[in-house]
């Protein structure tokens, strides 16, 4: 499969952005579709992950600010970030898997079979 993300930028802190992840696949709707961020030197984090059947988990650190969303229909993955800050700043990835979030480990980014190339955000205080 292919994952082409889409929509990061540079704002300030307490900005929004919205990215989205299209994939080629005609099965994409049983994967399970995660976004992770990575900054220089340290290893990549998961950020929030959606199941098939809609089941989500968010990283304690986005929780509240962060909305993963998925549209089936169009092969579509998106993250809608909000009250952005400094520390949110990395490059993006989407990555699928197939079958459930959950097996082997949802935030572990070896489970994920697919990558995207990425997408900088950049927050600024």
């Known amino acids: 499969a292919q994952l082409e993300e889409s929509g990061g930028g540079s704002v300030q802190a307490g900005g929004s952005l919205r990215l989205s992840c299209a994939a080629s696949?005609?099965?994409?709707?049983?994967?399970?579709m995660g976004w992770f961020r990575q900054v220089p030197g340290k290893e990549r984090e998961v950020v929030a992950t959606?199941?098939?059947?809609?089941?989500?988990f968010y990283a304690n650190s986005v929780k509240g600010r962060f909305t993963i969303s998925r549209d089936n229909a169009r092969s579509r993955l998106y993250l809608q970030m909000t009250s952005l800050e400094s520390e949110d700043s990395g490059m993006y990835y989407c990555?699928?898997?197939?079958?459930?979030?959950?097996?082997?480990?949802?935030?572990?980014?070896?489970?994920?079979?697919?990558w995207g190339q990425g997408t900088q955000v950049t927050v600024s205080s």
């Open positions: 990555a699928e898997k197939s079958g459930w979030c959950g097996v082997g480990s949802f935030s572990d980014p070896a489970t994920y079979d697919a």
């Open positions: 696949r005609y099965s994409y709707s049983t994967f399970c």
């Open positions: 959606i199941d098939s059947d809609g089941e989500i």
